[in-house]
């Protein structure tokens, strides 16, 4: 069982930035993906960037070159800086974290509300 805790949320404006922090309750290195997903009400949850084991990043066409995914193995802590936040860029932001063990198991933390004002 993997506990995730999502904070850094807030308000900010259109332009600024915020730095999202995911702590694990177990060593990052052991989890082989942890992924930020964000999620509008009324709409699907989507992905936003994720990070392997490996260290190998990946990110959403609609925030590259704006966001940045990072990790502390040390903290058991996975970043998401937040640059040129805009406001389509509302949402709830959700931490995951993909285990592989003889079967696949799905963890999710509590989400954080990031909002951007115009």
């Known amino acids: 069982q993997v506990q995730l805790v999502e904070s850094g949320g807030g308000l900010v404006q259109a332009g600024g930035s915020l730095r999202l922090s995911c702590v694990a309750s177990q060593g990052i290195a052991s989890i082989n993906r942890i992924g930020w997903y964000r999620q509008v009400p009324g709409e699907q949850r989507e992905l936003v960037s994720s990070i392997t084991d490996a260290g190998s990043t990946n990110y959403a066409d609609f925030v590259k070159g704006r966001f940045t995914i990072s990790r502390d193995t040390a903290k058991n802590t996975v970043y998401l800086q937040m640059n040129s936040l805009e406001p389509e860029d509302t949402a709830v932001y959700y931490c995951?974290?993909?285990?592989?063990?003889?079967?696949?198991?799905?963890?999710w933390g509590q989400g954080t509300q990031v909002t951007v004002s115009s």
């Open positions: 995951n974290a993909i285990v592989r063990f003889l079967k696949i198991y799905y963890y």
